[in-house]
């Protein structure tokens, strides 16, 4: 199941979705670890799925959102997890955009980078919903919250 929150405003009609959860997994992309096997996302997670490595390793490609530390907006971006058996071991590799596509601001020197969660993006949306639409400062905002199988 997955569900998702977000706004949508009456008066400029700019609206802002943030889904997360289950419903946008994806299991061994074949993409994803072709750029891992190739080392883009670092040495520890090309080890991981190398054919050296004596665990069979999946990975899973997921949604998320990152706060842009320049405007704050929450930006689309994903994790990779990766996961042995069903609990046994994780690891989670961020996957950030380059820069923030509302104020340009670049995200290389964020340490942080780790996606928001549901919680802070539930704050995220509620704090719109009481301060007014970011766009056109209208108080006509109203929250959007969609659920799935
Ligand atoms: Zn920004
Ligand atoms: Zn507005």
Redesign the pocket.
């Known amino acids: 199941m997955g569900a998702g929150n977000g706004w949508y405003?009456k008066?400029?009609?700019?609206e802002e979705y943030y889904p997360v959860g289950a419903g946008l997994m994806s299991l061994n992309v074949e993409e994803t670890r072709e750029c891992i096997a190739r080392g883009e996302f670092g040495e520890i997670a090309r080890q991981l799925l190398s054919k050296d490595f004596p665990l069979d390793v999946n990975t899973v490609d997921e949604h998320a959102f990152y706060r842009c530390p320049e405007c704050g907006k929450l930006i689309g971006g994903g994790v990779v997890r990766f996961f042995v058996g069903k609990d046994d071991f994780e690891l989670m590799l961020p996957v950030v955009p380059e820069e923030c596509p509302a104020c340009g601001a670049r995200f290389e020197f964020v340490d942080d980078r780790k996606p928001v969660s549901e919680r802070e993006i539930d704050a995220y949306v509620a704090e719109i919903l009481e301060s007014g639409?970011p766009?056109?400062?209208?108080k006509?905002?109203h929250q959007l919250a969609i659920m799935w199988d």
């Open positions: 405003c008066s400029c009609g700019v639409c766009n056109c400062g209208s006509d905002v």
